[in-house]
């Protein structure tokens, strides 16, 4: 049996793990169509998916699991597998579904401010009069404001850092009314967002105290945002935190930004830990790529791909009334509506991508994802009127060597600041103004492949030294070591120090300059290239994206949106119209039973 199982795994392409897996559960079951769903079940994991649906499974196999003493279901959670629904689980990974799904019905309920309380906070820091087009960023604020969740969605430019400030200004004012003044914490899934977001948030909190000096509620507002794992208290060599429902977190509302990065898993875990009382604003694009681990969280809250967004004949009425505005007619149900509607808002106008931006209409085309996408794409590439993007197509996934020069052209600026032995924050700051994305890690289009030439570009040009370690070495963290203060994603520059010896220098969370040993870091890799995964969470003045046409199966239209919105100003394309046009062909789909559980 294991000799046979093996074999099948193989064929299947599947992991050895999933096949230790199903050759474990062959202790207690021995039926081969058990066995074999359960290693593609395990499988599933490593593409993402939360269950193995069975639509399309053997039949016979599937007949299997109603009596198998390893499958459980949703009224017996003590079996390795779960059977629900016409899904195959992991019991660990149900019990995450359930749970999450059960935290955030809990917290579909409302804040005890009356109305007009909220209207009066959010005229102090929103423009409520009546309008001639809707103001989203309002109608987020308002929404938010009302109860103990809120998903606030939209794409680069549309102002979620903007909203959730003045959404939290709006709420410090409510609990100070009543004479409370609410513990607010900022969080995001990585070391780089976290920082992002304390930027992001410093900023706005600036602009509103320029335009509202007097206004303590805005003043009040912190901008020291937190990991994930940092805020939950990482345990070291353990996949527990030390904040869970027995030990709940100390606050009243918590924002987490780039929520489309969190993970089923961990998603679970951070609600578990939020005290019963507590209000939960998140903030995502759920256009982008969905979490590298398992799981499409942020999609399936806000329902992506489905109907567009209603909202029911009362948070409707709500909106107009506290707002002074009018809702778009086709917004307003005629009655109550289903699942999550009434808790989502999602940002529709840019402000930074108007419609003469380039960046802004391809990223749009690559969302749509119509049948004709890629003649717009060459419509729209030829037309000389947007001057911020650029498209070099590819006869094969190979970069002739002036294209290699080429695409080396904008780091020329950092490193003449390290020749210039400018300060390190200039050089810091000057490097990530431009970065080089791709889709994948391997291949001479890949993120090592770049890396490679792009070395090799500036050595034969004397730029660079030869070594591992050379002075002007840009170096991404890949794994979190809180004892150095440094965080998977932080980006930092190899420099040498007043005393002529080579550090690594960093900026911190808290915008502190740091100067660390190379010998030090944890896992790290040279950074001219990076993957559009790790990307996330950052914007480059300039963004070069590279697209290879082979392993194109791993190709879709969420991954090339999240590298061209990485862009604020400058877009270049080196890719292939073929790996173009099957990417904006291919959308993804996570499999899991969440969307279901909070929609239907």
């Known amino acids: 049996m294991a000799m046979e199982l093996r074999n099948w795994c193989e064929k299947q392409g599947l992991r050895p793990l999933d096949y230790q897996f199903a050759n474990w559960l062959s202790q207690h079951e021995n039926r081969a169509g058990v066995l074999a769903l359960a290693a593609q079940c395990s499988y599933q994991l490593s593409l993402g998916h ?69 209207q009066h906070a959010l005229g102090q ?32 430019g549309t102002g979620k850092t903007t909203t959730v400030t003045k959404l939290l200004a709006v709420l410090n004012i409510l609990h100070g009314a009543s004479g409370h003044q609410p513990v607010i914490k900022l969080a995001a899934p990585t070391g780089k ?74 998603m679970a875990k951070l609600l578990d830990a939020l005290p019963q009382d507590a209000q939960l604003i998140l903030l995502g694009d759920q256009h982008q790529l969905s979490s590298v681990e398992a799981g499409g969280v942020l999609g399936d809250i806000c329902n992506a791909g489905a109907r567009p967004q209603v909202y029911s004949a009362q948070h409707s009425q709500y909106l107009q009334h506290v707002s002074g505005q009018h809702l778009p007619v086709d917004m307003q149900a005629p009655a109550s509506v289903v699942g999550m509607a009434d808790y989502l808002c999602h940002l529709r106008k840019s402000y930074r991508f108007h419609e003469k931006s380039g960046i802004g209409n391809a990223a749009r085309i690559a969302r749509e994802g119509r049948a004709n996408a890629l003649q717009l794409w ?63 890690r391997e291949g001479a289009l890949g993120v090592e492949g770049l890396n490679q030439q792009i070395e090799a570009q500036f050595r034969q040009e004397g730029l660079l030294a030869s070594g591992d370690w050379y002075a002007g070495r840009p170096v991404m963290i890949m794994q979190n070591d809180y004892r150095l203060g440094l965080f998977n994603g932080d980006t930092g520059i190899i420099l040498r120090d007043s005393d002529g010896q080579l550090r690594a220098f960093f900026i911190d969370n808290q915008n502190n300059e740091r100067w660390i040993l190379p010998a030090r870091l944890p896992a790290r890799e040279t950074v001219f290239a990076m993957t559009i995964h790790k990307s996330q969470g950052s914007e480059f003045e300039h963004t070069l994206l590279v697209m290879p046409v082979s392993n194109n199966a791993l190709l879709n239209r969420e991954l090339l949106y999240t590298g061209i919105t990485r862009a604020k100003k400058q877009l270049t394309l080196y890719a292939h119209s073929d790996a173009l046009a099957t990417a904006m062909g291919q959308g993804t789909e996570r499999y899991s039973g969440l969307r279901e559980r909070l929609w239907e």
């Open 50 to 118: 939360i269950c193995l649906p069975l639509h399309n499974k053997n039949p016979q196999w599937c007949a299997q699991l109603n009596d198998s003493p390893v499958v459980g279901n949703a009224d017996e959670q003590d079996k390795p597998l779960i059977l629900d629904n016409g899904r195959l689980y992991l019991q660990r990974y149900f019990a995450y579904e359930i749970a999450l799904a059960a935290a955030l019905k809990q917290r579909q309920q409302q804040n005890p401010w009356p109305e007009a309380d909220i």
């Open 125 to 156: 820091l929103f423009n409520t009069l009546k309008q001639s087009e809707c103001d989203w960023q309002l109608m987020a604020a308002a929404t938010a404001a009302r109860q103990k969740l809120a998903v606030i969605s939209g794409g680069p």
């Open 193 to 266: 967002a976290a920082a992002r977001l304390t930027e992001s948030i410093s900023a706005a909190q600036q602009q509103l105290l320029t335009a509202n000096p007097q206004l303590k509620a805005v003043a009040d507002i912190p901008t020291q945002a937190y990991t994930l794992h940092r805020l939950l208290g990482y345990v070291p060599g353990s996949e527990q935190f030390r904040h869970h429902q027995h030990n709940p977190l100390h606050l009243d509302i918590l924002v987490v930004d780039e929520a489309s990065m969190v993970d089923l898993p961990m």
């Open 378 to 440: 060459r419509e729209l590439f030829a037309n000389e009127s947007f001057s911020d993007i650029h498209w070099f197509e590819l006869a094969q996934d190979k970069l002739e060597r002036a294209q290699v020069r080429a695409i080396c052209e904008p780091y020329r600026h950092y490193l003449q600041a390290i020749k210039e032995q400018r300060p390190a924050r200039e050089i810091l700051a000057a490097f990530n103004t431009y970065r080089i994305l791709s889709p994948v």
